[in-house]
């Protein structure tokens, strides 16, 4: 039998020079089937808007992308979710100057953001009914900059503005092009911070909070989750599976230790302080994605799988990087494409996202489940309501079919939504529900089967969403 390497190793070498077909569910051979059976612990709580999307801020100054006049981008965003979190900032963040009346610019290392751009975005979030986290520049700016742009974001966005960030990835302000003396410790950042965040609260009575926004350090989260003291409404860090350049299609086929690590530590430390946790930029590879990976149908599986992950720790909500990156191009690992003339269009992760969405869709908690014995690169997570099963999730990135009885759940009917491709590396034809998402960005399934005596069959390298 082929181990999950070997097999992965062989099909990413055929699919250089063909799409393979996506083999049919072989429903002849159920005769083994893996029982998902609820663990004796509590449920997760999963907040309504956990799904976000992640942009720099260049994407703001840019007219006409987040706006009511891009109708396609406003269907795609809807398709995610009723409610949701767009996170702007970024390495561009940085780079970024409020001038009110001035003439928006998007470059990456020069963004103007101006009235007109905020009130143009405002009006979009209103559309979308989703909220947004703000970065101020807290590597170039001044104290008073950051008082005045955080004054307009919250006239402008009111109460779509979740919270106010201070700086991006600021564990490393002290290295590489450093925007503060090396080393730059935690001591140094907090007496800023508690300097910004005093001024900006005074001249913003009631503006909320996220940070610390660091790229990997933990420390520094959990430094703050137990210093806060009030001045810290969400904890956020960043995630990348690993850079472009160090990149592979195994390690989004293979669990990554250090994010159980990271996900263990960030969950202990929000259970401690109170203070729910989002881990509001994360995608697969840093430096725009491993183009032929992140864009394709492991970027499907992978983004789904570790949505469900966090969101089986824990964690308030996730904001998935699109969009053009803080390196002036569209990332491969882009949920939402552009094709540089104003076209958008869903791309291989939104799938995963979509699955995700529909999946929680009707509930509020995941349930814990017993431990099983799946083969490795199987998965299986229950969205619950008030502790009672309601919708499955199986994905299965392994080199076998996949038979899942659900029958201790107490599911003996329900219907399937399956996410499958036409090969491996199909960055296109990817579809969930046996049809993909239309030009104007609707989706609507067409292959919703019904599924009888309590069991499914799960393709190897597809996923399932069984809703009651």
Not at 73 to 92: C, W
Not at 98 to 113: C, D, F, L, Q
Not at 180 to 197: G, L, Q
Request: proline share 4%; glycine share 10%.
């Amino acid at each position: 039998m082929l181990n999950r390497r070997t097999f992965t190793s062989s099909i990413l070498k055929s699919s250089a020079i063909a799409i393979l077909p996506w083999p049919k569910p072989d429903f002849a051979q159920q005769s083994k089937a893996h029982r998902l059976q609820l663990a004796e612990e509590p449920p997760v709580e999963i907040p309504a808007d956990f799904v976000g999307l992640g942009y720099e801020m260049s994407s703001v100054a840019t007219k006409g992308l987040l706006s009511t006049s891009n109708h396609r981008y406003s269907e795609l965003v809807r398709g995610l979710g009723a409610k949701g979190v767009l996170r702007v900032g970024g390495i561009v963040a940085d780079y970024t100057r409020y001038m009110p009346h001035g003439t928006s610019v998007n470059e990456p290392k020069n963004t103007v953001i101006t009235r007109a751009n905020l009130e143009e975005f405002a009006a979009f979030l209103k559309t979308i009914g989703w909220k947004a986290i703000w970065s101020v520049n807290f590597a170039q700016g001044t104290m008073q900059q950051a008082i005045d742009e955080a004054r307009a974001v919250s006239e402008a966005l009111g109460y779509n503005l979740l919270a106010l960030e201070l700086g991006n990835e600021v564990e490393n302000y002290g290295k590489g092009q450093p925007f503060r003396a090396n080393p730059y410790i935690y001591e140094n950042y907090r007496k800023e911070f508690d300097e910004w965040h005093a001024a900006i609260v005074q001249a913003v009575p009631g503006a909320r909070f996220a940070g610390p926004d660091t790229a990997q350090s933990l420390e520094w989260v959990e430094r703050m989750a137990k210093d806060a003291a009030g001045k810290i409404q969400l904890l956020t860090t960043h995630y990348y599976r690993n850079g472009q350049r160090r990149g592979s299609a195994e390690q989004l086929l293979t669990p990554d230790p250090r994010l159980d690590d990271a996900l263990a530590r960030m969950r202990a430390a929000s259970k401690q302080s109170g203070i729910p946790w989002r881990m509001c930029e994360i995608n697969s590879f840093s430096g725009g994605g491993l183009p032929g990976v992140s864009d394709s149908f492991i970027g499907s599986l992978w983004t789904l799988n570790t949505m469900l992950l966090l969101a089986q720790n824990g964690c308030s909500g996730v904001n998935m990087e699109t969009g053009v990156n803080q390196l002036g191009f569209v990332s491969s690992y882009s949920p939402i494409q552009d094709d540089g003339k104003g076209v958008n269009s869903a791309g291989a992760p939104y799938y995963g996202m979509l699955a995700f969405v529909r999946a929680f869709a009707g509930c509020h908690q995941m349930l814990p489940l017993s431990s099983s014995n799946f083969a490795e690169g199987i998965s299986a997570y229950v969205f619950g309501v008030q502790g009672k099963p309601r919708n499955v999730v199986i994905v299965n990135m392994s080199s076998a079919d996949a038979n899942i009885s659900l029958a201790d759940l107490g599911i003996r009917q329900a219907s399937v939504l399956r996410l499958t491709a036409q090969g491996v590396d199909s960055k296109t034809a990817i579809s969930f529900g046996g049809v993909e998402v239309d030009a104007a960005g609707h989706w609507k399934p067409k292959a919703e089967e019904s599924v009888k005596k309590g069991s499914v069959l799960v393709s190897h390298m597809s996923a399932a969403v069984v809703r009651v």
